[in-house]
């Protein structure tokens, strides 16, 4: 017999829960991390590595998130308890806590998103004044603002919360569509530019030597993982509003499709607005993409809109894409933490108040200081890749052949015994070799004081953070609320 | 600039697997939607 749930415990339709799950996965990375890395590792050669990784470790890593997800009807605390035994609940609380600690200064970025929208409506993108883009990126970052912003992105967060999946479905319903609308007016604006094949072959040249380059399959596949959002217990939470016998194989697969579909929809605007307009102002295209994902966006984009006819519009028009992909995204972190919190028994409208008004506070100093933000970015971003292992080892030991049957029960494609050998052997050591990497590469930041928990970027910071959350996460989850876990799970039979 | 026909061949078949295969991804589950609910 089908289980019957609350409406704003359950999707409406396959369709809303389609929009919910791709606004979830599409964010900021995919406008300002994706069109930097595929124009730097390669253009078209990029994809190689990028596609290989979808394959290999993003979508057997959705499907096992799924698994758990439709199976517990939970999040990741009570999912891990309930799916794997309450001994793995703390593991739960450490894929939450990662998603949470990024929730915190998310919401800020997607703040900044916000504001410089509503700097457009002034046709601030349409006049152009050297220097311009730094100077209104430090004015704004040294103000107020930052923090206004971050609170109307919390009082959005609430109010779509507050509703549940039905609110998230209604939300996506509405942002996700006009998302890739927008995004595409961009892209059409950028390559109908005089000049536009510079960008285009920036995007597209095949260059195969690339290939041979170590760091272009790390970045890949740290794209991947930080871009689909797999591992980080999204798919799970989304999937906990699912029927028993509702697919999982095919939305993972759409899910990892939709999300490149729309990076590469935001490639054609970034990366040819960059190379048509950067010569202009005397830059290398290629000096532009290297500057980051905020410097990229926040400050050099803002100089070269001006540059491009309607460029006031289409500046305008960015940073309202910019705004509901992390929006979008943001109300699917806030929701791990908001359904973990529903799981321990309090009311939903309850916990979405709470959560909401800790998330604001919270997320105050990554409001006040960038150098702030930019270590929790570093810190928690890494530890993404430590969630994802988890995964692994919960398919592990709960049997891969059992989790495919599983999997593959109520699912429109079915999968074979490769997403064993993927989710069991190729993914947890390719996330291994990734996450190794980008330490080695944090030591050779700070070869003095890489050990050091006090610097942003440094090894140290990591290893530090990460120890201390595990020693409160396994303490809170493995011993202080362990009577509540076992009550609830008694209580659910 | 003109642009090589490789980087055209290559933008069509990047653009033609990923967005053909997530319209087609879509599609289908619409499809298996309605014939689950029609069934």
Known sequence: ?????????????????????????????????????MAMYGGGAFLIPYTIALFTVAIPLLIAEGVIGRETGKSTIFGFAKYVGKKYAWLGAWVAW??????????????????????????IYGTYVAGKGLQTWEAFTSSYQPLLFAVIVWI?????????????EKVTGLLVPSLFIILAVIAIRAITL??????????????????????????????????????????????????????????????????????????????TTVAVTAPLLGLNPLDVYAEGNVGLTFIWLTELFPKIPAGALIGTLFFLALFFAAFTSQIAIA?????????????????????????????????????WLNNQDWVWGVGLLISAIVFSIIMWKTGLEKNR????????????????????????????????WWLKQSISWYPETWWKPTEVFSAGTVIFQW???????????????????????AEEG | MKMEGSVIAT???????????????????LEKEKEKASA
């Open chain 1, 98 to 123: 990662v998603n949470i600690a990024i929730m915190f200064y998310y919401a800020v970025v997607c703040g900044w998103a916000l504001a410089y929208f509503t700097k457009g409506l002034t046709g």
């Open chain 1, 467 to 489: 120890i201390l959350a595990f020693i409160i996460l396994y303490v809170l989850f493995g011993k202080v609320f362990m009577p509540k876990i076992e009550a609830r799970l």
């Open chain 1, 156 to 168: 959005f967060t609430w109010y779509t919360l507050a509703r549940g999946a039905r609110g998230i």
């Open chain 1, 405 to 436: 049957e599983t999997a593959n029960r109520g699912s429109d494609i079915k999968i074979g015994k490769w997403w064993d050998i993927m989710i069991g052997y190729v993914s947890p050591i390719s996330i291994a070799i990734v996450l190794l």
């Open chain 1, 1 to 37: 017999m089908e289980e019957i749930k609350k409406p704003e415990e359950s999707w409406a339709t396959r369709l809303g829960f389609i929009f919910a799950i791709i606004g979830a996965m599409v964010g900021s990375g995919n406008i300002w991390r994706f069109p930097r890395m």
């Open chain 1, 335 to 371: 929701e791990v933490l908001i359904k973990n919190i529903v799981d321990f028994g309090i009311p939903r409208e309850k916990a979405a108040l709470y959560g909401s008004i800790a998330g604001f506070i919270i997320g105050i100093p990554a409001a006040l200081s960038l150098d």
């Open chain 1, 194 to 271: 005089p000049g536009a094949g510079v960008g285009l072959t920036y995007m597209f040249k095949v260059d195969p030597s690339k290939l041979s380059n170590a760091e272009a399959w790390l970045q890949a596949y740290s794209q991947v993982l930080w871009s689909t959002g797999a591992g980080w217990g999204i798919y799970l939470t989304y999937s906990a509003y699912l029927k028993k016998n509702d697919d999982i194989n095919l939305n993972s697969h759409i899910t990892g499709f939709g999300d490149t579909s729309a990076a590469l929809l935001a490639g054609l605007g970034v990366i």
């Open chain 2, 11 to 29: 933008m069509i078949i990047v653009l033609g697997f990923y967005w053909g295969l997530t319209i087609y991804f879509v599609k289908l589950a």
